[in-house]
Protein backbone atom coordinates (compact mmCIF):
# COMPACT_ATOMS: atom_id res chain seq x y z
CA UNK A 1 0.00 0.00 0.00
CA UNK A 2 1.41 3.47 -1.11
CA UNK A 3 1.74 5.96 1.93
CA UNK A 4 -1.59 8.51 2.45
CA UNK A 5 0.75 11.47 2.60
CA UNK A 6 2.36 10.58 -1.03
CA UNK A 7 -1.14 10.28 -1.99
CA UNK A 8 -2.64 13.50 -0.64
CA UNK A 9 0.66 15.00 -2.41
CA UNK A 10 -0.13 13.31 -5.72
CA UNK A 11 -3.68 14.05 -6.34
CA UNK A 12 -4.66 16.67 -8.83
CA UNK A 13 -8.52 17.25 -10.10
CA UNK A 14 -8.88 15.64 -13.55
CA UNK A 15 -11.62 16.89 -15.92
CA UNK A 16 -10.29 15.37 -19.37
CA UNK A 17 -9.82 11.34 -19.10
CA UNK A 18 -8.74 8.68 -21.81
CA UNK A 19 -11.72 6.80 -23.18
CA UNK A 20 -10.68 3.04 -21.51
CA UNK A 21 -12.92 1.37 -18.97
CA UNK A 22 -11.86 0.37 -15.94
CA UNK A 23 -10.42 -3.14 -15.51
CA UNK A 24 -13.01 -5.60 -14.05
CA UNK A 25 -10.72 -6.32 -11.13
CA UNK A 26 -10.22 -2.99 -9.79
CA UNK A 27 -14.21 -1.95 -10.73
CA UNK A 28 -14.52 -5.49 -7.97
CA UNK A 29 -12.04 -4.11 -5.61
CA UNK A 30 -14.39 -0.44 -5.76
CA UNK A 31 -16.84 -2.43 -4.76
CA UNK A 32 -15.93 -3.75 -1.99
CA UNK A 33 -14.09 -0.19 -1.01
CA UNK A 34 -17.23 1.48 -1.71
CA UNK A 35 -19.32 -0.73 0.73
CA UNK A 36 -17.42 -0.46 3.81
CA UNK A 37 -17.26 3.71 3.48
CA UNK A 38 -20.58 3.69 5.57
CA UNK A 39 -20.33 6.53 7.47
CA UNK A 40 -18.25 10.10 9.01
CA UNK A 41 -16.61 10.85 11.79
CA UNK A 42 -19.92 12.48 12.96
CA UNK A 43 -21.71 9.23 12.39
CA UNK A 44 -24.27 10.53 9.27
CA UNK A 45 -24.83 8.04 7.16
CA UNK A 46 -23.25 7.67 3.75
CA UNK A 47 -23.77 5.55 0.43
CA UNK A 48 -21.54 5.55 -2.32
CA UNK A 49 -22.02 3.75 -6.19
CA UNK A 50 -19.52 3.37 -8.81
CA UNK A 51 -21.72 3.86 -11.79
CA UNK A 52 -21.10 3.13 -15.40
CA UNK A 53 -22.19 5.79 -17.54
CA UNK A 54 -22.77 3.21 -20.73
CA UNK A 55 -24.78 6.03 -23.03
CA UNK A 56 -21.35 8.24 -23.73
CA UNK A 57 -20.09 7.33 -26.71
CA UNK A 58 -15.87 7.40 -27.26
CA UNK A 59 -16.23 10.29 -30.02
CA UNK A 60 -18.74 11.83 -27.45
CA UNK A 61 -16.01 13.65 -25.84
CA UNK A 62 -18.27 15.60 -23.18
CA UNK A 63 -19.53 14.16 -20.61
CA UNK A 64 -23.52 14.78 -20.32
CA UNK A 65 -24.72 16.16 -16.97
CA UNK A 66 -21.38 18.08 -16.52
CA UNK A 67 -22.02 20.82 -18.47
CA UNK A 68 -18.79 20.10 -20.59
CA UNK A 69 -16.73 20.34 -18.14
CA UNK A 70 -15.78 16.69 -17.80
CA UNK A 71 -14.61 15.05 -21.09
CA UNK A 72 -14.20 11.19 -22.02
CA UNK A 73 -15.42 10.25 -18.49
CA UNK A 74 -17.07 6.81 -18.37
CA UNK A 75 -17.26 5.81 -14.67
CA UNK A 76 -18.70 8.37 -11.63
CA UNK A 77 -18.74 7.57 -8.18
CA UNK A 78 -22.04 9.19 -7.19
CA UNK A 79 -22.22 9.79 -3.02
CA UNK A 80 -25.67 9.92 -0.97
CA UNK A 81 -25.81 11.11 2.83
CA UNK A 82 -28.56 11.31 5.13
CA UNK A 83 -29.64 14.62 5.96
CA UNK A 84 -28.66 15.26 9.49
CA UNK A 85 -26.64 18.19 11.48
CA UNK A 86 -22.64 17.10 10.10
CA UNK A 87 -24.10 15.73 7.11
CA UNK A 88 -21.74 17.75 4.49
CA UNK A 89 -18.75 17.07 6.66
CA UNK A 90 -18.80 14.10 6.74
CA UNK A 91 -19.84 13.56 3.01
CA UNK A 92 -16.94 15.61 2.79
CA UNK A 93 -14.99 12.78 4.71
CA UNK A 94 -16.30 9.71 3.30
CA UNK A 95 -15.94 10.95 -0.59
CA UNK A 96 -12.36 12.06 0.28
CA UNK A 97 -11.64 8.77 0.98
CA UNK A 98 -13.24 7.70 -2.36
CA UNK A 99 -10.63 10.18 -4.11
CA UNK A 100 -7.58 8.89 -2.23
CA UNK A 101 -8.59 5.28 -2.78
CA UNK A 102 -8.67 6.22 -6.72
CA UNK A 103 -5.36 8.26 -6.85
CA UNK A 104 -3.49 5.29 -5.03
CA UNK A 105 -4.87 3.13 -8.07
CA UNK A 106 -3.78 5.76 -10.58
CA UNK A 107 -6.69 6.85 -11.59
CA UNK A 108 -7.78 10.33 -11.73
CA UNK A 109 -10.29 12.19 -9.80
CA UNK A 110 -12.83 15.19 -9.60
CA UNK A 111 -15.14 16.93 -7.26
CA UNK A 112 -17.80 18.28 -8.81
CA UNK A 113 -20.40 19.78 -6.45
CA UNK A 114 -21.41 22.92 -8.49
CA UNK A 115 -20.78 22.01 -12.56
CA UNK A 116 -23.34 19.21 -12.84
CA UNK A 117 -26.72 18.22 -12.85
CA UNK A 118 -27.73 16.44 -10.08
CA UNK A 119 -30.87 14.90 -11.44
CA UNK A 120 -29.67 12.30 -13.64
CA UNK A 121 -27.36 11.16 -10.86
CA UNK A 122 -30.32 11.14 -8.47
CA UNK A 123 -31.85 8.61 -10.44
CA UNK A 124 -28.72 6.28 -10.64
CA UNK A 125 -27.82 6.24 -7.08
CA UNK A 126 -31.94 6.08 -6.16
CA UNK A 127 -31.95 9.18 -3.81
CA UNK A 128 -33.93 9.22 -1.25
CA UNK A 129 -36.03 12.16 0.45
CA UNK A 130 -34.34 12.01 3.44
CA UNK A 131 -31.00 12.05 1.57
CA UNK A 132 -29.66 14.68 -0.28
CA UNK A 133 -26.59 14.40 -2.80
CA UNK A 134 -24.04 16.93 -2.79
CA UNK A 135 -21.19 16.05 -5.36
CA UNK A 136 -19.82 13.53 -7.58
CA UNK A 137 -16.64 12.29 -8.58
CA UNK A 138 -15.39 11.33 -12.56
CA UNK A 139 -12.84 8.63 -11.87
CA UNK A 140 -11.03 7.30 -14.66
CA UNK A 141 -7.64 6.89 -16.29
CA UNK A 142 -6.27 10.66 -16.94
CA UNK A 143 -5.36 11.85 -20.71
CA UNK A 144 -2.01 13.46 -20.68
CA UNK A 145 -3.30 16.27 -22.89
CA UNK A 146 -5.97 18.28 -21.18
CA UNK A 147 -8.45 20.11 -22.24
CA UNK A 148 -9.24 23.94 -22.76
CA UNK A 149 -12.23 23.54 -20.39
CA UNK A 150 -9.85 22.12 -17.79
CA UNK A 151 -6.79 24.08 -18.70
CA UNK A 152 -9.03 27.30 -18.22
CA UNK A 153 -10.67 26.12 -15.11
CA UNK A 154 -7.17 25.11 -13.07
CA UNK A 155 -6.44 28.92 -14.24
CA UNK A 156 -8.99 30.82 -13.16
CA UNK A 157 -9.21 28.73 -9.57
CA UNK A 158 -5.63 29.03 -9.41
CA UNK A 159 -5.85 25.77 -8.80
CA UNK A 160 -2.23 24.84 -8.49
CA UNK A 161 -1.98 27.61 -5.43
CA UNK A 162 -2.52 27.58 -2.25
CA UNK A 163 -2.86 30.02 0.83
CA UNK A 164 0.51 30.50 3.11
CA UNK A 165 0.73 28.65 6.09
CA UNK A 166 0.60 32.14 7.95
CA UNK A 167 -2.89 32.83 6.66
CA UNK A 168 -4.86 29.60 8.03
CA UNK A 169 -2.87 28.34 10.60
CA UNK A 170 -2.63 30.02 14.19
CA UNK A 171 -1.66 29.62 17.65
CA UNK A 172 -4.16 30.02 20.18
CA UNK A 173 -5.66 32.79 18.51
CA UNK A 174 -5.97 34.57 15.36
CA UNK A 175 -3.14 37.02 15.86
CA UNK A 176 -0.22 34.60 16.33
CA UNK A 177 0.37 32.44 13.15
CA UNK A 178 1.52 28.99 13.86
CA UNK A 179 5.26 29.08 12.79
CA UNK A 180 6.90 25.64 11.82
CA UNK A 181 9.40 24.94 14.22
CA UNK A 182 5.43 25.19 17.17
CA UNK A 183 4.01 22.36 15.09
CA UNK A 184 5.81 19.46 16.70
CA UNK A 185 5.23 16.27 14.72
CA UNK A 186 2.08 18.02 12.91
CA UNK A 187 4.00 20.29 10.42
CA UNK A 188 3.28 17.01 7.59
CA UNK A 189 -0.08 16.68 9.17
CA UNK A 190 -1.13 20.45 8.76
CA UNK A 191 0.45 20.55 4.90
CA UNK A 192 -1.84 17.69 3.96
CA UNK A 193 -4.51 19.93 5.04
CA UNK A 194 -3.35 22.92 2.65
CA UNK A 195 -2.64 20.75 -0.08
CA UNK A 196 -6.31 19.53 0.14
CA UNK A 197 -8.82 20.13 -2.71
CA UNK A 198 -11.99 22.73 -2.27
CA UNK A 199 -14.82 24.08 -3.73
CA UNK A 200 -13.53 27.09 -6.37
CA UNK A 201 -10.01 26.02 -4.18
CA UNK A 202 -11.14 28.72 -1.44
CA UNK A 203 -9.35 27.14 1.25
CA UNK A 204 -12.26 28.18 3.66
CA UNK A 205 -10.38 26.11 6.82
CA UNK A 206 -8.54 27.73 9.71
CA UNK A 207 -6.65 26.05 12.07
CA UNK A 208 -6.00 27.09 15.69
CA UNK A 209 -3.51 24.67 17.78
CA UNK A 210 -3.18 24.75 21.58
CA UNK A 211 0.20 26.00 22.64
CA UNK A 212 0.28 23.69 25.53
CA UNK A 213 -1.42 20.75 24.17
CA UNK A 214 -1.65 18.53 20.73
CA UNK A 215 -5.16 19.97 20.10
CA UNK A 216 -5.81 21.18 16.72
CA UNK A 217 -9.30 23.64 16.55
CA UNK A 218 -10.71 23.70 13.05
CA UNK A 219 -12.96 26.59 12.03
CA UNK A 220 -14.64 28.20 8.94
CA UNK A 221 -14.15 31.20 7.35
CA UNK A 222 -17.11 31.02 4.75
CA UNK A 223 -16.66 32.95 1.73
CA UNK A 224 -19.76 35.23 1.67
CA UNK A 225 -22.30 34.61 -0.57
CA UNK A 226 -20.75 31.06 -1.99
CA UNK A 227 -21.15 27.80 -1.65
CA UNK A 228 -24.75 27.25 0.10
CA UNK A 229 -27.01 25.35 -2.67
CA UNK A 230 -30.67 24.74 -2.64
CA UNK A 231 -31.25 21.86 -0.08
CA UNK A 232 -28.89 22.36 2.61
CA UNK A 233 -25.62 21.86 0.50
CA UNK A 234 -23.14 23.66 1.41
CA UNK A 235 -19.50 22.67 -0.50
CA UNK A 236 -17.60 24.65 2.06
CA UNK A 237 -18.77 22.55 4.77
CA UNK A 238 -17.72 19.67 2.45
CA UNK A 239 -14.30 21.38 2.21
CA UNK A 240 -14.23 21.15 5.82
CA UNK A 241 -14.91 17.23 5.78
CA UNK A 242 -11.79 16.97 3.58
CA UNK A 243 -9.60 18.62 5.80
CA UNK A 244 -10.51 16.43 8.35
CA UNK A 245 -9.83 13.44 6.06
CA UNK A 246 -6.43 14.84 5.13
CA UNK A 247 -5.79 15.61 8.97
CA UNK A 248 -6.86 12.32 10.41
CA UNK A 249 -5.41 10.02 7.57
CA UNK A 250 -2.26 11.82 7.86
CA UNK A 251 -1.79 11.68 11.21
CA UNK A 252 -2.42 8.35 11.96
CA UNK A 253 -0.06 7.27 9.38
CA UNK A 254 2.62 9.14 11.50
CA UNK A 255 1.63 7.54 14.84
CA UNK A 256 -0.07 10.75 15.81
CA UNK A 257 -3.22 9.38 18.27
CA UNK A 258 -6.45 11.77 19.10
CA UNK A 259 -9.87 11.95 18.11
CA UNK A 260 -12.57 14.35 16.90
CA UNK A 261 -14.91 15.96 19.45
CA UNK A 262 -17.19 18.50 18.98
CA UNK A 263 -17.46 20.79 22.01
CA UNK A 264 -19.95 22.93 21.29
CA UNK A 265 -20.48 24.21 24.62
CA UNK A 266 -18.51 26.18 25.50
CA UNK A 267 -16.37 26.59 22.43
CA UNK A 268 -12.59 25.77 22.47
CA UNK A 269 -12.52 29.30 21.64
CA UNK A 270 -15.30 32.17 21.06
CA UNK A 271 -15.73 31.82 17.24
CA UNK A 272 -13.06 34.45 16.48
CA UNK A 273 -13.24 37.25 13.57
CA UNK A 274 -17.14 36.05 12.39
CA UNK A 275 -15.42 32.11 11.76
CA UNK A 276 -17.18 29.12 12.58
CA UNK A 277 -16.66 26.04 15.19
CA UNK A 278 -16.73 23.07 13.65
CA UNK A 279 -14.34 20.68 15.35
CA UNK A 280 -11.24 20.17 17.53
CA UNK A 281 -8.88 16.90 17.10
CA UNK A 282 -7.90 16.28 20.79
CA UNK A 283 -4.14 14.63 20.35
CA UNK A 284 -3.41 11.74 22.79
C1 LIG B 1 -16.62 20.44 -2.64
C2 LIG B 1 -15.94 20.69 -3.97
C3 LIG B 1 -16.68 21.00 -5.09
C4 LIG B 1 -16.05 21.21 -6.33
N1 LIG B 1 -16.82 21.47 -7.42
C5 LIG B 1 -16.24 21.56 -8.64
C6 LIG B 1 -17.06 21.71 -9.80
O1 LIG B 1 -18.29 21.79 -9.71
N2 LIG B 1 -16.44 21.75 -11.01
C7 LIG B 1 -15.09 21.64 -11.13
O2 LIG B 1 -14.60 21.65 -12.25
N3 LIG B 1 -14.27 21.51 -10.04
C8 LIG B 1 -14.83 21.46 -8.80
N4 LIG B 1 -14.04 21.27 -7.69
C9 LIG B 1 -12.56 21.14 -7.82
C10 LIG B 1 -11.80 22.38 -7.32
O3 LIG B 1 -11.94 23.43 -8.24
C11 LIG B 1 -10.33 22.02 -7.08
O4 LIG B 1 -10.26 21.06 -6.04
C12 LIG B 1 -9.45 23.19 -6.70
O5 LIG B 1 -9.40 24.13 -7.75
C13 LIG B 1 -8.01 22.77 -6.38
O6 LIG B 1 -7.43 22.08 -7.46
P1 LIG B 1 -6.87 20.60 -7.29
O7 LIG B 1 -8.02 19.75 -6.85
O8 LIG B 1 -6.34 20.20 -8.63
O9 LIG B 1 -5.79 20.61 -6.22
C14 LIG B 1 -14.63 21.11 -6.44
C15 LIG B 1 -13.89 20.79 -5.29
C16 LIG B 1 -14.51 20.57 -4.07
C17 LIG B 1 -13.70 20.18 -2.89
Known sequence: MTSIIKTIKMRRSCRTYEFKPIEQEKRSAWEVF????????????????????QQIKPEEAKVPGTYGVIQGAQFFIIGAVKKSEMAMEDFGYAMERNVLYATESGLGTCWLGGTFKRTGFARLIDLQEDELLPAVTPVGYPKQKKSLTDRIFRYMASSDKRKPWEQIFFLNN?????????????????ECVRIGPSASNRQPWRIIKDEDSRNFHFYLQRTPGYG?????ISLQNIDMGIAMCHFELS?????LSGQWVRQIFPEPKAAPGGMEYIVSWVGA
Open 251 to 255: AREMG
Open 228 to 232: NLIGG
Open 34 to 53: LTANTTGPFGSQVRFILSDL
Open 174 to 190: LETPLSGNQTGDFGQVL
